[in-house]
């Protein structure tokens, strides 16, 4: 049985940010995510399975939302 997952849209940042720390797991620590040029994370929501966004829907402002909740994200798995 396949369990449905509803589509992601650029508001959507918590579940980007799930779904990219479990695309990349470990390899994008803290500091280096922060790093990602936002053309390369623009590239990498897009290609998310359940994203249903578009390029044109895009904003600084969600790119930065997605790269501080992908930091949370990150940091809640490295606890214990």
Known sequence: MTHF???????????IAMALY????DD???????RIRFTDLLDWVLSLP??????EQANEGHLEQ???KWVYEWR???KG
């Open 50 to 55: 359940n994203f249903k966004g578009t390029r």
């Open 28 to 34: 994008f620590g803290e500091a280096r995510i922060y």
């Open 5 to 15: 997952e509803p589509p992601m849209h650029w508001q959507d940042h918590e579940d």
């Open 76 to 78: 809640d798995n490295q």
């Open 66 to 68: 997605i790269q501080a």
């Open 22 to 25: 479990e695309k990349f797991g």
